[in-house]
């Protein structure tokens, strides 16, 4: 199967002083937690990636699902202190996204703070562009 993903973006919920970000982002805290609760995930398959930035900066703390040949989604206001329940749910919807063919993730299937997040479903290119597309 290929190969899936959720990226994290680093740069979410920043502080910044004198143009320079100070501290730990909200991001990189989201990301250090999922990558952690990862390692004890059902599905190794899925791999965590950080992002330094996905430009979606009024909704952070964002993710993305993406593989190749399946819609990829964007997910914004997301918690970088999401609770045991939250993280295992992400990981729930991540799992089904991995076993759908086309990676469709119906709406009520969703765990809250992907129902509320969604920013984005961008469907998959195609694997051969029609001929007279520029």
């Given at each position: 199967?290929?190969?899936?993903?959720?990226?994290?973006?680093?740069?979410?919920?920043?502080?910044?002083?004198n143009?320079?970000?100070?501290?730990?982002?909200?991001?990189?805290k989201?990301?250090?937690?999922?990558?952690?609760?990862?390692?004890?995930?059902?599905?190794?398959?899925?791999?965590?990636?950080?992002?330094?930035?996905?430009?979606?900066?009024?909704?952070?703390?964002?993710?993305?699902f993406?593989?190749?040949?399946?819609?990829?989604?964007?997910?914004?206001?997301?918690?970088?202190?999401?609770s045991?329940?939250?993280?295992?749910?992400?990981?729930e919807?991540?799992?089904?996204?991995?076993?759908?063919?086309?990676?469709?993730?119906?709406?009520a299937?969703?765990?809250?703070?992907?129902?509320?997040g969604?920013?984005?479903?961008?469907?998959?290119?195609?694997?051969?562009?029609?001929?007279g597309?520029?």
């Amino acid at each position: 199967m290929t190969a899936h993903t959720i990226f994290v973006c680093t740069t979410c919920a920043s502080t910044w002083e004198n143009g320079k970000r100070v501290g730990e982002s909200g991001g990189e805290k989201l990301l250090k937690r999922l990558q952690q609760d990862n390692q004890n995930s059902q599905n190794q398959e899925i791999k965590i990636q950080a992002v330094e930035c996905m430009s979606a900066c009024n909704r952070s703390c964002v993710i993305c699902f993406a593989s190749k040949d399946k819609y990829t989604y964007l997910f914004g206001d997301i918690s970088p202190e999401l609770s045991s329940t939250q993280v295992a749910g992400l990981f729930e919807c991540a799992n089904k996204y991995y076993h759908h063919p086309q990676g469709l993730l119906p709406w009520a299937e969703r765990p809250d703070p992907l129902k509320k997040g969604v920013l984005a479903r961008i469907p998959a290119i195609p694997a051969a562009i029609p001929v007279g597309w520029v």
